[in-house]
T-cell receptor, first 120, second 106 residues
Framework: QVQLVQSGTEVKKPGASVKVSCKAS????????INWVRQAPGQGLEWMGW????????KFAQKFHGRVTLTTDTSRSIAYMDLRNLRSDDTAVYYC?????????????WGQGTLITVSS | EIVLTQSPGTLSLSPGEGATLSCRAS??????LAWYQQKPGQAPRLLIY???SRATGIPDRFSGGGSDTDFTLAISRLEPEDFAVYYC????????FGGGTKVDFK
């Protein structure tokens, strides 16, 4: 069965960086893409970006351009999201979700979420 | 960036009643629209994609409709497990989510 398992909770200081991992199993990572979505406490879902695990192409929401890096390691079936220059309003649960090979498409499988808290 | 506006913000209903949720796009997204259900403390779950196709394992009391800029999610007879927050998502141009509709108990 398809599963996405994310790395654990992190607490970071403002200005730091965080790297969240998302390990895929039950399918071939390079046949799909991975999206990253975040949800601030009590708020809605916010799409951050997508990476094709086939060729590394990416798309980002405008507000995250230049602050987020998405990568994949297909040999280990892991996707990564690197967020730099953290601010307090980056405190949120971050999800990875399977998407299309050539575009974000529908998100049919989701990771369990990773809580990132940014606090001094 | 395409903006998705969901209405109403909250829908207060009783089990057995029907629900109709709306999602309006700021420009045409054709049928590249999905719906998700999210319960507290859980990741979202895909319900509907391509505006009207049910995802695997989704009961037929859930149905989606619409195209271009106006979409609906209908739940024919609410079960207790259907009380949750529902989000629409477009994937015609990158991706964006609507603000959500909460379906709660009257």
């Amino acid at each position: 069965q398809v599963q996405l398992v994310q790395s654990g909770t992190e607490v970071k200081k403002p200005g730091a960086s965080v790297k969240v991992s998302c390990k895929a199993s039950g399918y071939t990572l390079s046949n799909f893409g991975i999206n990253w979505v975040r949800q601030a406490p009590g708020q809605g879902l916010e799409w951050m970006g997508w990476i094709s695990a086939y060729n590394g192409n990416t798309k980002f929401a405008q507000k995250f351009h230049g602050r987020v890096t998405l990568t994949t390691d297909t040999s280990r079936s892991i996707a990564y999201m690197d967020l730099r220059n953290l601010r307090s309003d980056d405190t949120a649960v971050y999800y990875c979700a399977r998407g299309g090979i050539a575009a974000p498409t529908k998100f049919d499988y989701w990771g369990q979420g990773t809580l990132i808290t940014v606090s001094s | 960036e395409i903006v998705l506006t969901q209405s109403p913000g909250t829908l207060s209903l009783s089990p057995g009643e029907g629900a109709t949720l709306s999602c309006r796009a700021s420009q045409s997204v054709s049928n590249y629209l999905a719906w998700y259900q999210q319960k507290p403390g859980q990741a979202p779950r895909l319900l509907i994609y391509a505006a009207s196709s049910r995802a695997t394992g989704i009961p037929d009391r859930f149905s989606g409709g619409g195209s271009d800029t106006d979409f609906t999610l209908a739940i024919s007879r609410l079960e207790p497990e259907d009380f949750a927050v529902y989000y629409c998502q477009q994937y015609a141009f990158a991706s964006t989510f609507g603000g959500g509709t909460k379906v709660d108990f009257k």
